[in-house]
Structure formats: C-alpha cells, structure tokens
C-alpha cells in the first residue's frame, strides 16, 4: 500500500508538521507581524506548489471554475482566516491557552458533521473524542488541572477560538470539494488565500507594522510555508477524503504530544508521568474512535 493510501500515517505526518506552526507563531510575535506572518506563508507556500501543480490545474480548469463557491469557502475557512487570527491571537495569549482551545477542533468537527450532514456518530467515536480529549488537556497543563482554574481569557483566545471554528468548517466541508488533482486544489486554495489576506496584509504594513526581513525570520517563513502549509495540507486532505472529517479531526489530539516530543528533543525539557498519561489516553481515544474502521480495511 502506498502512503497517498494510508489515511492513518497521512494524517499523523500532517499533525507532526502543524506541531511547530503555534511555536513559531508565539516566537516571532515580536519580530514578525501577525498578518505578514499569514500573508508571506501562504504566498511562499501558493509559490512552492505553482510549478508541479500548473500542468494539472490547466487540466482541472473547468472543474475549478464550476465549483468557485465552495472553493471560496475553503480558502476562507482554511486557509486565509485560520492562520491570520491564530498568529494575531497568539500576540495576546499563552501557547497553553491556544492549545487548549485547539484541543476542541475534534469535537467542533463531529458537531458540524451532524448540523450540516446529519452524520451518524457511534458511541465508539464519542468515547474516543473525549478520551484523546482528556489526554491532550493532561499533556497541556502538564498534569495540573488547578492551572486550569487559573487560566485567564483575553481577546488572544476569542480569535483563536474563531479560527479553530474555521477550520473546523474547513474539515467538514471537505467532503464537498471539487474531484481535481490533489496540487490543483491546494494552487487554488492557497492562492485564493493570500488574496483574501492582502487588503489586511497592505493595513497592517502601513499602519500597525511592516515586516522586517532578517535570516531567522525569513527561515520562520520559509519554514511554514513548506512543513505545515504544503506537506501538512496534502496530507490531511487526503486523510480527510480516506476516512471522513471526524475520524481525521482527532488526530489534531496528538498535537501536544508531538509539541512536548519536540520539547524534550530541543529544548531539553524532561519526559515526565503527565507525558505518558497524557500519550496512552490520546492513543487509547484515537483507537476506541477507528480501530472498527482500521479493521475493515
């Protein structure tokens, strides 16, 4: 079996790239406006792909054009908003907030399914959700739920919050794209995108701040342009079309456990007992919510 058929491997390779995506948001709030962030990834990433996808867009050309209104939105919800409102929220809040909001994408995505599509939802599935659910809140507040308590909201997290509502939309309304090659519909969605940007991208430079272009910086661009825009959008698009938009969304639960991984190997940070509690509920939710579906193929 080939890895474009591998829904399971797919999608942990597309949460592994998005894990460093809210590091380096937070890192470079000072240094990198939050929209010139967003605006810069997205035309690196739309450049990146111009030339391998060209020769299947012209193909999938009158397929792309009858289908604008939900390309429109898929660029909207997934691409353009998503990540102008997570690096303008992270100018506000903790990466640990931001997590924690994120946390909720899988079961944003089961709600919408069932409002829009009336998908069916198996117990199984539930349990699953709220188990990985459990596991990624242990890992994030690093086996302290009194921290919890003490967390406090700001407007930072009613944008992240926002934009975890896109792309859930985005995730659900997957299921509606157009049948065109896969670099088709990231060229146009990525590009759409950027253009969606540009007016706040043009505001933000000439009345809030312009973007400063240094060697680390332009490597943070670079770096989101490819590893969690291209890679991670192939991938979980295709996952999402594998296995639907609620088994794929609980994925994004292993998250904090691919962010802590990265912790430890970099930062030098220890593996503690919240790590591996936090790790088998995360593993035990995501098998309770496929391992029916896993079986069958």
Not at 192 to 205: D, F
Not at 228 to 234: D, F, Q
Request: hydrophobic fraction near 60%; glycine fraction near 6%.
């Amino acid at each position: 079996m080939t890895l474009k058929n591998r829904p399971y491997l797919l999608l942990t390779l597309a949460v592994l790239f998005w894990a460093g995506n809210f590091i380096v948001g937070r890192a470079f709030h000072g240094e990198i406006p939050p929209i010139a962030l967003a605006f810069w990834r997205w035309v690196g990433a739309a450049l990146f792909v111009t030339l391998p996808a060209i020769k299947y867009v012209r193909l999938d050309l009158p397929v792309l054009r009858r289908h604008w209104p939900i390309l429109l939105l898929l660029a909207l919800s997934g691409v353009a908003s998503f990540n102008s409102l997570v690096y303008s929220g992270l100018q506000y809040t903790q990466a640990i907030n931001a997590f924690l909001l994120q946390s909720l994408m899988p079961v944003l995505i089961v709600l919408l399914s069932f409002l829009l599509f009336r998908e069916k939802v198996r117990l199984r599935q539930i349990c699953g959700v709220f188990v990985s659910l459990w596991g990624a809140v242990t890992i994030i507040s690093r086996g302290d739920f009194n921290l919890l308590q003490s967390l406090s909201f700001n407007r930072g997290d009613l944008l992240v919050f926002v934009a975890v509502i896109g792309y859930a939309v985005y995730s659900v309304m997957l299921r509606k794209r157009p049948r065109v090659h896969a670099l088709s519909l990231i060229f146009t969605t990525f590009w759409l995108g950027a253009l969606m940007i540009l007016p706040v991208y043009l505001w933000e430079a000439l009345y809030v701040k312009p973007l400063q272009l240094a060697l680390h910086t332009s490597l943070a661009i670079g770096y989101v342009a490819l590893f969690p825009s291209i890679l991670s959008y192939l991938c979980y698009n295709r996952g999402v079309e594998l296995i639907g938009a609620n088994r794929a969304g609980l994925f994004i639960h292993l998250m904090p456990v691919f962010g802590s991984i990265m912790a430890i190997l970099f930062l030098g940070e220890r593996f503690l007992w919240f790590h591996a509690i936090g790790i088998a509920l995360i593993a035990v939710g995501i098998l309770l919510a496929t391992f029916r579906v896993a079986r069958q193929e």
